[in-house]
Every structure is written in structure tokens, then in C-alpha cells.
């Protein structure tokens, strides 16, 4: 009877280290995750900033001074014709509703 508990538990203790095993695994994968996600979204930050810029030289390029200068006017084409700007972008950098 001993020899069987005895038996029994190393089999448990075994089952537990691959469990923790498994668990630390896990965990250090959930931390690069965490690590990639918090890149990524400082990544999306800095190009959502560049792209409001970018809105921002659109909208004085086309309303502001740039009507004398109809190549802003091609570059806008150009950029709606291949989908880098949409009617949102459009309609957006129109009511001069970007961020500085």
C-alpha cells in the first residue's frame, strides 16, 4: 500500500513539474506578446502622428495658398486613385479635423 502512494505521488510530483514547465512557457510567451503588442502600438501612435501631418500639409497645400499651385491637386488624385486616401481623409483634411 505504501509503495503505491509512494508510487502515486511521484507520478503526481512529475505531473506537476511538466505542468509548471508548461505555465513558465506560457508565461514567457504571454510576455513577448505583451512586449510585441506595446511595440506595435507605439509603432500605430508614430504613424497616426506622421499621417495627421501629413493631413495637415494636404489641407494647407489645397485650401490655403496651394490653390495657385495645381500640383498638390495631381498629388491628391494620385493619392486617391491608388486608396492611400479615402473620402474619410478627404472629407477629414476638408474640415480641418486633424490633430497638431
Known amino acids: 500500500m505504501i509503495?503505491?502512494?509512494?508510487e502515486n505521488n511521484f507520478?503526481?510530483?512529475f505531473k506537476n513539474q511538466e505542468l509548471n514547465k508548461k505555465i513558465e512557457e506560457q508565461q514567457d510567451t504571454i510576455d513577448t506578446l505583451e512586449e510585441e503588442n506595446f511595440n506595435l502600438k507605439s509603432i500605430i501612435s508614430s504613424l497616426k502622428k506622421k499621417f495627421?501631418?501629413?493631413?495637415?500639409?494636404?489641407?494647407d497645400k489645397l485650401f490655403d495658398w496651394g490653390k495657385k499651385n495645381p500640383i498638390y491637386n495631381e498629388v491628391t488624385e494620385d493619392f486617391i486613385n491608388k486608396g492611400i486616401l479615402d473620402?474619410?481623409?478627404i472629407k477629414s483634411i476638408e474640415k480641418d479635423d486633424y490633430e497638431r
Open 3 to 6: 509503495k503505491e502512494y509512494s
Open 11 to 13: 507520478s503526481l510530483k
Open 52 to 59: 495627421d501631418k501629413i493631413k495637415q500639409l494636404f489641407h
Open 87 to 89: 473620402d474619410t481623409d
